[in-house]
């Protein structure tokens, strides 16, 4: 699976912002699909999954009711629409994609087994 990030920009706090993911190859029908982001001098963490089963989503709590993670399978992709932004959530966004798994694992990138290559998401105040 080769996956695409898009829509990443500069914008103020409190705006909204976009992303999309457009994986090709294998279909991404049966892969749980992530988005992930980093922050200068930080790891990378979780922001939202969704499953590919059943379509139940998870969040980090820090992006919780402001961000909503969707996906679109007869297009394989998938969307992180990112509403009330603010500068902690500038970074590098990155989707992910894995083929299934437990639950426990859905927030830890060492499960994931397809990358992106990024895209900056810039806040400011």
């Known amino acids: 699976v080769q996956l695409q990030a898009s829509g990443g920009g500069l914008v103020q706090a409190g705006d909204s912002l976009r992303l999309s993911c457009a994986a090709s190859g294998r279909t991404s029908r049966r892969y749980d699909m992530g988005w992930f982001r980093r922050s200068p001098g930080k790891e990378r963490e979780f922001v939202a999954v969704?499953?590919?089963?059943?379509?139940?989503?998870y969040y980090a709590d820090s992006v919780k009711g402001r961000f909503t993670i969707s996906r679109d399978n007869a297009e394989d992709t998938v969307s992180l629409q990112m509403n009330s932004l603010k500068p902690e959530d500038t970074a590098v966004y990155y989707c992910?994609?894995?083929?299934?798994?437990?639950?426990?694992?859905?927030?830890?990138?060492?499960?994931?087994?397809?990358w992106g290559q990024g895209t900056q998401v810039t806040v400011s105040s």
């Open positions: 969704i499953r590919w089963s059943g379509g139940s989503t």
């Open positions: 992910a994609a894995r083929g299934g798994g437990i639950l426990s694992t859905i927030r830890l990138a060492a499960f994931y087994n397809y």
